[in-house]
């Protein structure tokens, strides 16, 4: 029971997202004065859909021998054993969606009504890295929880490069916060701000303001470049074993 009780209570690093401060707010006023998602570009959805395809289907192997990872653990430690995909409900472009991954902690670390309902509070002990089983924990460090994410990417719920998308609570508390750029862009595996993770940046929200003045200010063309420099930052990070 007590471990119910404490994957309910939300990690504090969880939500590093901070308020805009007055210089975003100076600098990047006309963003906030946009109502609307701002419209796809071409380039940038060609990329997404490509880049999803391909590592969608490169993918498909690495989750299929995960698969067959978890069905042993399950079997030698049985409190591990239980589904290896889920969702919660995040949004994305200020849209609801679902946000697949792979399931990092033992089920007993899982809220079950919550759960039910895909609230991320319910997974939120994936924080606690005495939570995890022996698998979810060699997924979480190569980012690999997150490569069911490619097909929601190839669906259009979400983009390669983007504002990293917030689970339904954590949406509500940066709106109110008075940030905007989550309801302007699809959510993004990759973002500005997302490729500073592991330092003292990450959860800086100027960089989410700096990637949708680019997106709003460069030609389809140059903001994929932008796009692919993004990856290649990313791309480094996720060598290095960075998640966490």
């Known amino acids: 029971m007590s471990d119910k009780i404490e994957a309910a209570v939300e990690p ?29 570009r071409f380039f940038k959805t060609l990329f997404d859909k490509l880049v999803a ?8 192997p690495i989750l299929l021998l995960l698969k067959i990872a978890y069905v042993i653990e399950g079997i030698l430690i049985p ?49 606690t890295p005495d939570s995890r089983t022996v698998v979810g924990a060699f997924a ?26 917030l689970s339904v609570l954590h949406y509500e508390r940066d709106k109110a916060q008075g940030n905007v750029t989550r309801s302007l862009l699809k959510g993004g595996l990759l973002g500005l701000g997302h490729i500073n993770k592991g330092t003292s940046e990450m959860g800086n929200s100027v960089y989410e303001y700096e990637y949708v003045d680019e997106y709003l200010n460069r030609s389809s063309f140059g903001l994929l470049k932008l796009d692919l420099w993004i990856v290649w930052k990313g791309v480094i990070v996720i060598l290095k074993g960075g998640g966490y």
């Open 12 to 40: 504090t690093e969880a939500f590093p997202y901070s308020p805009p401060t007055e210089h975003i707010k100076t600098t990047y006023g006309h963003i906030f004065e946009i109502t609307e998602p701002l419209p796809a």
């Open 53 to 60: 395809s391909v590592l969608l289907a490169a993918s498909l």
């Open 79 to 127: 409190e591990n054993k239980g589904p290896m995909l889920f969702y919660y409900w995040g949004i994305s472009g200020g849209k609801k969606m679902k946000k697949w991954k792979i399931r990092l902690i033992k089920t007993k670390y899982i809220e079950p009504e919550g759960a039910a309902r895909h609230d991320w509070i319910a997974f939120s002990a994936e924080w």
């Open 140 to 165: 979480k460090k190569w980012y690999l929880d997150e490569l069911p994410q490619f097909w929601s990417v190839l669906i259009g719920d979400m983009s390669i490069v983007g504002p990293r998308p």
